[in-house]
T-cell receptor
């Protein structure tokens, strides 16, 4: 089955700097790659996603890149702000028989923005 | 607010007991997913239902079962509870299934004593 590895597990950056989180996946059939942000005790919230027919997607300060050949994808946050502090999860999924979809999550990255 | 609701918010019970967690998907969403989040296992997919039918299974224990009703709400039943079942249980929903965005509910925190 699919396996998703996420690095680093913790990341500390100065406010205003950029943060990059990387994930690799094992199953070349995976075709959907969302990123979720989770604050302590709260629900995961989708911040951006990318599908396998696209190499890059941007939404204001957040961007995601996908390299299907190398089977890795990355989250880039620019001009970081204190409210960006949270745990970030990458995930991968593929559509199976009759639309079955299993999201396999990475282990998470705890991002801390230092003022 | 994602539009997905879950009840109860918190549940405290004893080992060996049985509990039911409830989820109502966003209006119009046909697919419901259940996830377990624990400190040592991270976010784990349990099971998916689409329009009342089971579509995908993850690492769901035999002691756990789920169903989706005609009004599309879903219930996750956990029986013969063990200490290790203590976790946050999330429900998510999406409109269809094909690479659709999943929106998560607020979760139910289960504590087994």
């Amino acid at each position: 089955g699919e396996n998703v590895e996420q690095h680093p597990s913790t990341l500390s950056v100065q406010e205003g700097d950029s943060a990059v989180i990387k994930c690799t996946y094992s199953d070349s059939a995976s075709n959907y790659f969302p990123w979720y942000k989770q604050e302590l005790g709260k629900r995961p919230q989708l911040i951006i996603d990318i599908r396998s027919n696209v190499g890059e997607k941007k939404d204001q300060r957040i961007a995601v890149t996908l390299n299907k050949t190398a089977k890795h994808f990355s989250l880039h946050i620019t001009e970081t702000q204190p409210e960006d502090s949270a745990v970030y999860f990458c995930a991968a999924s593929q559509t199976g028989i009759q639309g079955a979809q299993k999201l396999v999550f990475g282990q998470g990255t705890r991002l801390t923005i230092n003022p | 607010d994602s539009g997905v609701t879950q009840t109860p918010k918190h549940l405290i019970t004893a080992t060996g007991q049985r509990v039911t967690l409830r989820c109502s998907p966003r209006s119009g969403d046909l697919s419901v997913y259940w996830y377990q989040q624990s400190l040592d296992q991270g976010l784990q997919f349990l099971i998916q239902y689409y329009n009342g039918e089971e579509r995908a299974k993850g690492n769901i224990l035999e002691r756990f079962s789920a169903q989706q009703f005609p009004d599309l709400h879903s219930e996750l039943n956990l029986s013969s509870l063990e200490l290790g079942d203590s976790a946050l249980y999330f429900c998510a929903s999406s409109y269809r299934t094909y690479s659709d965005t999943q929106y998560f509910g607020p979760g139910t925190r289960l504590t087994v004593l």
